[in-house]
T-cell receptor, first 106, second 115 residues
Framework: GIQVEQSPPDLILQEGANSTLRCNFS?????LQWFHQNPWGQLINLFY???GTKQNGRLSATTVATERYSLLYISSSQTTDSGVYFC????????FGTGTRLQVFP | EAQVTQNPRYLITVTGKKLTVTCSQN?????MSWYRQDPGLGLRQIYY???????DKGDVPEGYKVSRKEKRNFPLILESPSPNQTSLYFC??????????????FGQGTRLTVV
């Protein structure tokens, strides 16, 4: 089955810093989604991004399907950005990566 | 507001006592699924449903049952829970007009402890 690798596994930032999270996947996919799991456990869909670039406020994502990777950019990070970020490429169903744990300190 | 609603949010039960976790969505999505999340193992799919009366096993179906009698509801049934089913459970739904991989919406999660 498809392998999904996310990096870095852990990230500690001070408020206001920018960061880039990476997701590599081993096979072609029909779509890719990014999720944020907040400290209360809720999974929030950030982006549905099979290819190209999308932006939503301070967050943006880019997927290069031909090269099998996706990037999530977080600019001007805030403490509310803390949590775990998952990418989930989908050949025929969502396959979740192991996540990047982000901690943002004031 | 578009949402997926799970109940209960938290549940502590004893081994062998049948339980049901409900899931309901208000987006008229055809596709619904259940996941469990465990430390070190990530999110794994338990069961999914492509439409009413159509269900199929995911990656870890043992010990679970589901039903899809109505489009909006997709309950997860544990007929005889065991401690290894202690986990965080999520229900999800999405459209499938182009396959079961449109944008997915997740419920709030159900934290189940089986003692």
């Amino acid at each position: 089955g498809i392998q999904v690798e996310q990096s870095p596994p852990d990230l500690i930032l001070q408020e206001g810093a920018n960061s880039t999270l990476r997701c590599n996947f081993s096979d072609s996919v029909n779509n890719l989604q990014w999720f944020h799991q907040n400290p209360w456990g809720q999974l929030i869909n950030l982006f549905y991004i099979p290819s190209g670039t999308k932006q939503n406020g301070r967050l943006s994502a880019t997927t290069v399907a031909t090269e099998r990777y996706s990037l999530l950019y977080i600019s001007s990070s805030q403490t509310t950005d803390s949590g775990v970020y998952f990418c989930a490429p989908a050949p025929d169903k969502l396959i979740f990566g192991t996540g990047t744990r982000l901690q943002v300190f004031p | 507001e578009a949402q997926v609603t799970q109940n209960p949010r938290y549940l502590i039960t004893v081994t062998g006592k049948k339980l049901t976790v409900t899931c309901s969505q208000n987006m008229n999505h055809e596709y619904m699924s259940w996941y469990r999340q465990d430390p070190g193992l990530g999110l794994r799919q338990i069961y999914y449903s492509m439409n009413v009366e159509v269900t199929d096993k995911g990656d870890v179906p043992e010990g679970y049952k589901v039903s899809r009698k109505e489009k909006r509801n997709f309950p997860l049934i544990l007929e005889s829970p065991s401690p290894n089913q202690t986990s965080l459970y999520f229900c999800a739904s999405s459209e499938i007009n182009r396959g079961p991989w449109r944008r997915a919406f997740f419920g709030q999660g159900t934290r189940l402890t089986v003692v």
